[in-house]
């Protein structure tokens, strides 16, 4: 085996980036609610927008990885959200990342799983 294989495996190329995902997630979920108020008429297209548009962006890097994109959309009620997740994968090279965005009148979580394909 060369040692270019054991780069890949070790070296940050290899690996999921999550604060690129993060970065990518929120200009997403920017580009789709930015500044709107909360609408019931609206959320299943935003959230479908929002996850399209994540996929597109994240595949558009040509990494070795199948993504996976969840997507809520919550009204400001006072009302509590909490959610979790877990996984069973390679941790040096599989990743995830959740992103809450919130305004004035909704909140927005988005997570993200890669799943390496090599």
């Known amino acids: 085996m060369t040692g270019g294989m054991e780069e890949f495996h070790n070296g940050s190329e290899g690996s999921f980036n999550a604060e690129e995902a993060d970065t990518i997630v929120k200009e997403c ?10 609408s019931q008429s609206q959320v299943n ?14 595949v558009k890097q ?26 069973y994968w390679d941790t040096a090279m599989d990743g995830s990342c959740t992103v809450r965005w919130e305004n004035r009148t909704m909140y927005c979580v988005v997570s993200v799983f890669a799943v390496a394909t090599a």
């Open 29 to 38: 979920i920017e580009n789709v609610v930015g500044g709107g108020d909360y």
């Open 45 to 58: 297209k935003w959230t479908a927008s929002i996850v399209e548009r994540c996929l597109t962006q994240l």
């Open 62 to 87: 040509g990494k070795p990885y199948k993504y996976i994109v969840t997507c809520a959309v919550m009204q400001k009620t006072g009302a509590g959200l909490h959610t979790a997740n877990s996984c």
